[in-house]
């Protein structure tokens, strides 16, 4: 019976070590989901701030980009070197018969992307004066739908992630 007793009693021990080691378990998962839902609370509140920091950073994009626009579908000189700033001066004066367009200043006019053989690529043009942005933009919407020139669509343009343009028909197109 002695022995009986003590493995009763070292049954009883090494149960109220597992009861212990248990609860101490317990405790610990507690704390663990505790941290786990601030976490989240945490995810949820920088989630917030990500998408407000976004939208800023597109507005301020937007803003800083407001004197711009984009020329699509224009031919590009195959040899050597062209200024670009005279190729949009003569599309102006040719396609959009505005007089005078070498009064018309740009701070920045550029080709975007590589050359690649046969595709032409679109022209970004930074004009100086937003007058002369809206003078431009009015020329093509005046110009109306007996044009080789469009303004295309804002929506097609937010779809087009990569910004590039194209020329479709004939049709030069700009943003």
Known sequence: ???????????????????????????????????????????EENADKIKKLEDQLLYQEVYSRRENMRFFGIPEATQGHEDTGEVIHKFIRDELNIDGPGSIE????????????GQSRPI?????????????????RELGED?????EKEEAMAKNEKGEGRRENGQVYFS
Do not use: C
């Open 1 to 43: 019976m002695n022995k009986n007793q003590t493995e009763l009693n070292s049954l009883n021990v090494k149960t109220k070590v597992i009861q212990k080691s248990v609860g101490e378990i317990e405790e610990g998962m507690e704390f663990a989901n505790f941290q786990i839902e601030e976490l989240k609370k945490k995810d």
């Open 147 to 151: 044009t080789d020139v469009k303004r």
């Open 124 to 140: 970004i043009v930074h004009f100086l004066k937003l007058p002369e942005h809206e003078l431009v933009f009015r020329s093509v």
């Open 106 to 117: 740009f701070q920045r006019v550029h080709w975007l992307g590589k050359r690649i053989n």
